[in-house]
């Protein structure tokens, strides 16, 4: 995908699949409801849950936002980079309102209110990119 391409998909998306490493070094996978902010994937989870302590531990992550039904309709962006823990409350509020509004019916209103009453718990994570590689099964041409 050209890198237009990569940014609308990642726009259109609603869920990726969240790596970080486990204590064991082992892939930790959770699928994450995501948006996009000034150009960088975020998203937010309880400052306790598994994915954030593998994040304070090391910061290291992948991602991987598909879609497709048939082989020739697969396509998919998948990210290594970074996961940059943002724990001031203002930058919690302001991530949980934004997948909030996007993933949640109802508008604004009950976005925030929902936001603000789970972002004392939370943190949200900003992915810095370091790969970003792409595919589109639809430009092979096959026909599959």
């Known amino acids: 995908m050209t890198d237009d391409e990569v940014d609308g998909f990642l726009r259109a998306g609603r869920t990726m699949t969240l790596a970080t490493i486990g204590p064991d070094g ?7 409801w995501y948006a996009v902010a000034d150009g960088h994937v ?3 989870s309880y400052r306790r849950a598994q994915k954030v302590v593998n994040l304070r531990r ?7 936002i598909e879609d497709g039904e048939t082989y020739g309709e697969l396509r998919g962006v998948s990210i290594t980079g970074t996961g940059v823990l943002l724990e001031d409350p203002a ?11 996007r993933h949640s019916p109802g508008g604004s209103a009950p976005a925030e209110q929902a936001a603000a009453a789970t972002a004392p718990k ?8 370091e790969r970003v590689t792409s595919w589109d099964h639809a430009k092979l041409g096959g026909g599959y």
């Open 26 to 32: 082992r892939p930790h996978l959770t699928a994450m």
């Open 42 to 44: 975020v998203f937010w």
């Open 58 to 64: 090391d910061a290291r992550l992948s991602i991987l």
């Open 91 to 101: 930058d919690v509020l302001a991530v949980g309102r934004l997948l909030l509004e």
């Open 122 to 129: 939370r943190v949200a994570v900003r992915v810095d990119v």
